[in-house]
């Protein structure tokens, strides 16, 4: 089967660079996503990574291994709103069905 | 504006009252599942549908129902609930393809007593 490891919580100070990272397991890949959720709201995409490497996108990037089975979400020069709960994600069965990891709760202090 | 969108947000009901969440999609989107979300289970897959009439069970389909009839609605039926049915409900929807970028609704909280 399918199933994602992530830290439950992750601790950081403002300005400061954080990482979160995700271990899976899977028998057929299709790439890993990221998802970010505020308390009380909907998770919101981040990022895919179908390739290994580094992806990008303002201050936040996220990298995958596929030879580790790793991926990792890393934000930059954290802000107070970035408080919120991060997931990564796999499709299985297919680039549509996504397993979701439990989450890693990220709580920036000033 | 591009959206998913579910009702009720919240609900209350009894034990063994059936009940039905709708969820309705504006994006042309192949794709719906339901999720579920309990606290330190993060998210898992109640039911997914690849497209009009074509539906299948995720990882915790026991105990709920789903149709699509039509491309932009997929509702989510619960015949009977039961308390372990509390939880917080997302819709999704994606287009089909290579890129996983769900779209979710803003969620309902439902209490089962």
């Known amino acids: 089967g399918q199933s994602l490891e992530q830290p439950s919580e992750v601790t950081a100070v403002e300005g400061a660079i954080v990482q979160i990272n995700c271990t899976y397991q899977t028998s057929g890949f299709y790439g890993l996503s990221w998802y970010q959720q505020h308390d009380g709201g909907a998770p919101t995409f981040l990022s895919y990574n179908a390739l290994d490497g580094l992806e990008e996108t303002g201050r936040f990037s996220s990298f995958l291994s596929r030879s ?3 991926g990792y979400l890393l934000l930059q020069e954290l802000q107070m709103k970035d408080s919120a709960s ?13 397993i979701f990891g439990a989450g890693t709760r990220l709580a920036v202090h000033p | 504006e591009a959206q998913v969108t579910q009702n009720p947000r919240y609900l ?8 039905t969440v709708t969820c309705s999609q504006n994006m042309n989107h192949e794709y719906m599942s339901w999720y579920r979300q309990d606290p330190g289970l993060g998210l898992r897959q109640i039911y997914y549908s690849m497209n009009v009439e074509v539906t299948d069970k995720g990882d915790v389909p026991e105990g709920y129902k789903v149709s699509r009839k039509e491309k932009r609605n997929f509702p ?12 917080l409900y997302f819709c999704a929807s994606s287009p089909q393809g290579e890129n996983t970028e769900a779209f979710f609704g ?5 209490t089962v007593v």
């Open chain 1, 68 to 70: 580790d089975s790793y």
């Open chain 1, 86 to 98: 991060y997931f990564c994600a796999l499709p299985s069965g297919g680039y549509n069905k996504l």
């Open chain 2, 76 to 87: 989510l039926i619960l015949e009977s609930p039961s308390p372990n049915q509390t939880s």
């Open chain 2, 106 to 110: 803003q969620g309902t909280r439902l």
């Open chain 2, 12 to 19: 209350i009901t009894v034990t063994g009252k059936k009940l």
